[in-house]
Structure formats: structure tokens, C-alpha cells
């Protein structure tokens, strides 16, 4: 037996978490949800998996590895796209299986060993398949050529069907909620938690430091390394993940806290979800990001190698903006004097990282004394007169880095490709570039990988690399 | 720097390096564009591929573009796994159609 998970990792009801969570590696009581399926599935007797991934697919394969840890084997494969996702089940050679289970990501439903079966679920008062099926091997081919949930179905309709009640979804942000619900009630008994019932009710994980003040209603779930501080309410069907910390008299009450996220003081969080610092409330359907990390905030980040990295740059910067200011001088009269146009030009700019939502986007300033069209065709000498050294003040101010990804103004961000402009966003501003260093073409096709080459790879020792590479051009040649 | 078969009507394209960066990314773009105008289909081979940078990246996306404007598929497999992680982060394979094994990318230009 072999089971098919298809998990392209789209969710267009919890779009915010969606930007840095495939939605099956959603935390889920101490675990991604995928690996709950996972569980369930291996409790069936398969050992073979085949995952179908689009979105953030590195954060599930190097998650699950090679399967070796469960006992399994698990085959990744990627598609471009949701809408592609079911034509990989055409190119995988079934041949030596006879039945396969095939499953969807945003669901987990209590299923037994069947030789042929579709399971159905009622949802918003009417019954629609879960993506969850026993099928034939022979099926794969046909089910390939289709595209969407309601084809596939109806084109499975002359196999057994039953509506299960003993299901988890989180498909959206209440049913995420709602299936949390559900295991705290003990409404889905087969879910494996990994805490110690201290009460009925009640799972404490370990190394979690609760004073005695904390009031704890049933049902609840409690990570491990959480810390609480004093007079916290903890009001029932709530999950707080690993490794959270909640300041002093907050109250918790139908709500999931997701793993290293901060709640700062006297809160009062109902019915939502918390990651990090992003704020979803599902009786509304809002979703917010905190900027105020003293009010949520995440715990993930290594802040004070961050901070020191910070002023040490801005140190340096400000060591040689100082020691550079004659030759600033130096270029702006000659400038004046030589050159037939302006010499100073002012771009406005998008502080990096910043915020999914655009309204939370700040800008700045930068003066050089080139137009940014003609940054990628200058000489080393001409880039370092007429931009880095004017740059510099921007980089002792701590608004710009010396070495990151090109600034650019709100609607250029806003104009990039979605991908393009999410690792855009996660990354910094900088003067030297990966696109100048390695003198890349002013193609679209160059300058996103130059980019999103950077973004992602992006620290101490690449940064200092490209800042030698450009030292390097600056005091010999570049290409 | 790479060899080239033809399997039916589908050109397979064999990475023979191991690294493609800023020493020989042009080579790449300057070869394969000539290539991929002779056939519509093009499969590339990288299980050779262990590294590769920015100005590789650039190169391959370069490749695709020139087989689009000739009207062309340009699909990849056997991608190292280290490969494979830089081009999941830098969203490639919301571009590229990528394989595990050549069956597979045969078999989705219905060569099977």
C-alpha cells in the first residue's frame, strides 16, 4: 500500500499565516498537522508516502527528511502550481501497488483499512469530498487528467462513499481553531498528545515554569519551555505551543498560541490565533501584524547577535563617512563643476525587512549622485564616489546596510512578481549588491536571481564576501 | 560543460560540471541558447549539479526564456539535494517544472 498526500500548501482563508506557513506544517499540538496525518496514516500499516508540494516545500521536506525517522519512505514531488498538483499521480509508477490512499493536507479524518472508499464531510450545511480516498492503482491516470476537488469527486462517484463527524480541518482559521476544540474535548481521541494530563483536561509538557498565581480552566494544552508570569488566566480551549512566554495578569481563553511568540502584558486574547506577532482574530476574521514587539512579539529571533551586528556596522559606517567627508566634498565640487545636470538625486526607498502589509511599509530617503537607472553600469570608482560614500551616512543612521538587495521605492515593491516581492520584503537594503558584485546582467531573469539568491542566503560571511569582492573591484578593475 | 541526445523528439541536455557560478555561467547561457532553437522540448539533466549561485540561477532562468520564445517546454530532474533546497527558497519551482528521476520528466512530454 502507498499513500499520495497532496499538500500544495495554499490556503486562501488564512492567507496572513499562509505567507511563512505551508499550511500542513501549521503547529498543531506540539507537531506540524502534516505529521499527525502522517502518524495516522503509518498506524494503517503503509510505509510508503509520496507528498505533492508547491508552497514553501523546504520547509516539509527538510522537516520529514527522508522518512527514515518514522520508518518510512517518503518521495517529494514538486509542482508549479495548486491547479497542477493532482498530474503528478500520471508520472509515478504505481505498478506494484494495488490500492492507494490518497489524502489532502488540510484534512485528518478517522479512517480504517478499506479496499476502495471516499470520505465525505458536512460542511457549511452541505457535504463535499475532503480529498481523503481508498482507490484503485489504475485510477491514478484518469483522476491526473482532472482538475479541481468537485471533478475529482464526481469522478469518483461509483466508489463507496461515507460522511465521517470525526474529522480535523484546518482549512481556516475557525476550523483550526474548532479541531484544537476537538482534541481538548477529547472529540478526536486518536490524535497522540505529547504532554502529561496533570488534570483531566489539562497537558502539561515539560519545563514549563507556572507560578501559583496562574489559574488553569479545563481543557487545555501547555508546550514545553513556556514560561508564565504572575496572575495569568488561562480560560479553557486553549493551546499554547512550545517555548511562549506570557507577561503578567493576561487572560487566554478559545485561542492557539503558536510556538517562541511573546504576549506582553495585561492582554486579553479571545478567540484567536497568536503567532509570533501576527494577531488573528476569527470571530471577525481579521488578521493584523503587531509592530510593537511589547505586545506580541516573536521569541525566534537571535536579537542580540542582530543587535550587535547592527552597531557594529553602523559604527563602521560612521568611522568612514568621517574619514570619506573631503572626498564627499571633493565629488560634489567637482561635480558641480564638470558635470551638465544635477548632481545630487533623491530616491525614496522601503526600509527593509518590513511587514506583509503595505501600509505598514516605511520609507527613507537616499542621496547619491547618480540616477539608480545607471547604478549597474558604473565603473567600481564611479560606484563608490557617486554611491557609496554618500550611502554611508544611511548606513551610520541604520537605515540602509552596506551590503544587501537594491532599494526600491513602495510602488516598485509593490510591482514585483508575488514571490519576487515576499523575499524581497525579508530581506535588507544595501549598497553593494550580489547583481553589481558579480556584475550581472539588467535582465528581469538576472536580477531576480541575484536577489532572491540573496535573500535567502544572506548573512555575516556572504556579506562580507560581496564587501571584499567590491573592495577588490573598486581598488583594481571590475569586468 | 554539458552533452546533448536526442530521445524521440525531446533533447536531453547532460550537465557535465559540478558547479555553475560566475566562471562559467556565460558559457552555459551562450551555448544552450543555441541548442534549445533546434529543439521544442528540452529535459536537462543536474544530477551532476552540486552548486550552484546567483549568476547560475540567472543562467538557467536565461535558458528557459530563450526556449519560451521558442515556444519550447523547458522541464529539469535530478536536482542534487542542495541544489534542489536553493532552487525550493529562491521559488524556481514555481517556474520550472521539475522531476525526481528522468521516467518522470519523459513521461510528463508523454514519452513514457
Known amino acids: ?479 | 560543460m554539458f552533452t546533448t541526445e536526442t530521445n524521440n523528439d525531446i533533447l536531453l541536455i547532460t550537465l557535465t560540471v559540478d558547479v555553475l557560478d560566475a566562471s562559467n555561467n556565460n558559457d552555459f547561457k551562450d551555448q544552450t541558447s543555441e541548442v534549445v532553437k533546434q529543439q521544442p522540448k528540452v529535459l536537462i539533466d543536474m544530477s551532476a549539479l552540486t552548486f550552484i549561485d546567483s549568476s547560475g540561477l540567472g543562467a538557467i532562468l536565461s535558458c528557459l526564456r530563450n526556449c519560451n520564445e521558442n515556444k519550447g517546454k523547458l522541464k529539469l530532474f535530478a536536482i542534487s539535494k542542495t541544489v534542489r533546497t536553493l532552487f525550493e527558497l529562491v521559488r524556481m519551482h514555481k517556474v520550472f517544472d521539475i522531476y525526481n528521476t528522468k521516467e518522470e520528466a519523459l513521461a510528463s512530454f508523454g514519452a513514457k
Open chain 1, 1 to 479: 500500500m502507498r499513500a499520495v498526500i497532496v499538500a500544495p500548501g495554499y490556503s486562501e482563508k488564512m492567507p496572513l499565516l499562509n505567507e511563512y506557513y505551508p499550511i500542513s506544517m501549521v503547529p498543531f499540538l506540539g507537531k506540524p498537522f502534516l505529521q499527525h496525518i502522517i502518524e495516522s496514516i503509518i498506524n494503517l500499516g503503509i510505509q510508503k508516502f509520496d507528498f505533492v508540494l508547491t508552497h514553501l516545500p523546504e520547509t516539509i521536506e527538510n522537516f520529514f527528511g527522508d522518512g527514515k525517522r518514522w520508518g518510512c519512505e517518503f518521495t517529494f514531488h514538486l509542482v508549479k502550481s495548486v491547479e497542477n498538483a493532482y498530474q503528478v499521480l500520471d508520472l509515478v509508477d504505481f505498478s506494484e501497488e494495488e490500492t492507494i490512499l490518497l489524502a489532502h493536507e488540510a484534512y485528518l479524518p478517522q479512517i480504517q483499512l478499506e479496499d476502495t472508499h471516499v470520505y465525505c464531510i458536512n460542511s457549511q450545511d452541505r457535504t463535499a469530498w475532503c480529498g481523503w480516498a481508498w482507490l484503485n492503482a489504475e485510477k491514478m491516470p484518469d483522476i491526473a487528467k482532472l482538475h479541481g476537488f468537485e471533478k475529482i469527486h464526481e469522478h469518483l462517484i461509483d466508489i463507496p462513499h461515507s460522511t465521517i463527524t470525526k474529522y480535523l480541518s484546518i482549512i481556516s482559521y475557525a476550523d483550526l481553531l474548532d479541531s484544537a476544540k476537538k482534541v481538548l474535548n477529547k472529540d478526536f481521541e486518536s490524535l497522540l498528545i505529547n504532554a502529561k494530563e496533570i488534570e483531566p483536561g489539562i497537558w502539561l509538557s515539560r519545563n514549563v515554569v507556572l507560578p501559583s498565581s496562574t489559574k488553569i480552566k479545563a481543557p487545555a494544552y501547555i508546550g514545553e519551555n513556556c514560561r508564565f508570569d504572575q496572575n495569568i488566566h488561562v480560560n479553557g480551549n486553549v493551546v499554547i505551543e512550545e517555548g511562549c512566554i506570557i507577561e503578567e495578569k493576561s487572560t487566554i481563553e478559545n485561542a492557539v498560541v503558536f510556538p517562541k511568540s511573546y504576549i506582553g502584558e495585561a492582554l486579553d486574547l479571545k478567540n484567536v490565533i497568536v503567532d509570533k506577532n501576527r494577531l488573528i482574530n476569527t470571530e471577525f476574521d481579521a488578521e493584523i501584524e503587531i509592530v510593537d514587539d511589547f505586545i506580541l512579539g516573536n521569541l525566534n529571533n537571535n536579537v542580540l547577535k542582530k543587535t550587535l551586528l547592527r552597531a557594529f556596522s553602523r559604527a563602521l559606517a560612521l568611522v568612514l563617512f568621517l574619514f570619506c567627508v573631503p572626498l564627499f566634498l571633493t565629488t560634489i565640487l567637482v561635480l558641480k563643476l564638470f558635470r551638465k545636470g544635477p548632481v545630487f538625486f533623491r530616491n525614496s526607498y522601503v526600509l527593509l525587512p518590513t511587514k506583509r502589509d503595505e501600509n505598514l511599509w516605511q520609507s527613507c530617503k537616499l542621496t547619491s549622485f547618480c540616477p539608480k537607472e545607471s547604478i549597474n553600469t558604473l565603473s567600481a570608482q564611479s560606484h563608490f564616489f557617486l554611491l557609496f560614500v554618500p550611502s554611508l551616512w544611511q548606513v551610520a543612521k541604520g537605515k540602509m546596510h552596506f551590503v544587501g538587495v537594491p532599494p526600491r521605492n513602495k510602488d516598485e515593491v509593490k510591482n514585483l512578481p508575488k514571490d519576487w516581492r515576499s523575499l524581497y520584503t525579508s530581506s535588507k537594503c544595501g549598497v553593494i549588491t550580489e547583481q553589481y558584485v558579480k556584475s550581472l546582467a539588467n535582465t528581469k531573469e538576472d536580477i531576480y536571481a541575484s536577489e532572491a539568491f540573496y535573500a535567502v542566503s544572506a548573512g555575516f560571511k556572504q556579506d562580507l564576501r560581496l564587501a571584499i569582492k567590491y573592495l577588490g573591484q573598486v581598488i583594481f578593475f571590475r569586468k
